[in-house]
């Protein structure tokens, strides 16, 4: 399973660290890492040099399964808690980014005329992807706002939410990026593996079958400045930590709908390496710098499935 961002222990100054083509836990996982952030740096770069020596063409593989062409970000906030920093900046981070050239590469990972993996039976579903746009900032008030909720209840509250209109209905291209209050714990399965929020990940990404048949994809970011997030997901403040490990669940949804548990990727997953890393879980330490409309914020760089390496360079919102 990985597509979550994981925690693993280390030193007293922490950081989120690489960990290409060695993750164990699942793709739509984005880790918590808590390594010293010098030795953790070094050791990203040493294992990205390695990852990338030699490399074919391709690094990233397609199983067949559907992306997000355009995506329409809905920012969800899971009750009247989430904090002041959420509220006040991710309405503009998410308007600026998804119209933005942090967008304009990912033509890289259109599925029109993409060779899938022999053996998935599936062929591609014929999609290109660009530029989304930002609908709207639902504030909702679910049942569950304390202790701990999994993600099966989470689906079940946004299929309640739809269904009393309270959040726009789903389409293939709408994405609801879930944003949930301190105190809070997120619980999410891989198999017979409970993971949980601030122990072994930072955010995730999921989908599933709504009505209909119609495709639910969704982000899910835990309170990250409380509890072990606050130290394991990423370097900065915490609106930086907010913005890297959205950035990275936005694009590994884009371009990975439907994430599937384990190591061993096959369909209805999208784009993905043999062994189920997706392409935000390649370059978890590198970062870059979007200038939106009202801020500048901190993204992460994404793998290039054209260059075998990470993205580089500064982002621009027009």
Not at 256 to 269: A, H, L, R, V, W
Not at 280 to 300: E, I, M, R
Request: charged share 15%; aromatic share 8%; with cysteine.
């Amino acid at each position: 399973m990985k597509h979550v961002l994981s925690i693993v222990s280390v030193l007293t100054m922490f950081t989120i660290s690489s960990t290409v083509g060695s993750m164990n836990a699942s793709a739509r996982i984005f880790p918590v890492k808590m390594q010293a952030s010098a030795q953790a740096d070094s050791e990203a770069q040493q294992r990205a040099l390695s990852f990338n020596a030699g490399a074919p063409a391709s690094r990233v593989l397609y199983y067949g399964g559907p992306v997000i062409s355009h995506a329409q970000i809905v920012l969800v906030l899971w009750g009247d808690k989430v904090s002041s920093t959420t509220k006040s900046a991710m309405p503009d981070f998410y308007a600026s980014i998804i119209n933005s050239t942090y967008m304009d590469w990912l033509g890289v990972y259109n599925t029109t005329g993409s060779v899938v993996v022999q053996g998935t039976g599936h062929s591609s579903s014929n999609q290109t992807i660009g530029r989304g746009t930002f609908l709207q900032t639902v504030q909702i008030k679910p049942t569950v706002l304390s202790g701990t909720i999994d993600d099966a209840q989470i689906q079940a509250e946004l299929t309640k939410q739809m269904a009393a209109g309270t959040l726009p209905a789903a389409t293939a291209d709408t994405l609801y990026m879930i944003h949930f209050p301190p105190g809070l714990k997120i619980t999410i399965h891989d198999g017979a593996t409970v993971m949980t929020s601030c122990q072994q990940f930072c955010a995730y990404h999921e989908g599933y079958k709504g009505k209909n048949g119609t495709p639910v994809f969704y982000g899910v970011i835990p309170d990250l400045d409380s509890m072990a997030c606050s130290l394991g997901c990423g370097s900065g403040n915490a609106l930086a930590r907010i913005t890297v490990s959205s950035s990275h669940e936005l694009i590994e949804a884009i371009t990975d709908g439907f994430p599937t548990p384990g190591s061993n990727p096959d369909y209805p997953q999208a784009w993905n390496t043999k062994t189920g890393e997706e392409v935000g879980d390649l370059c978890q330490s590198s970062k870059g710098s979007l200038k939106g409309k009202a801020a500048t914020y901190v993204v992460q760089q994404e793998f290039n499935n054209q260059t075998s390496a990470c993205t580089t360079g500064n982002y621009v919102s027009k």
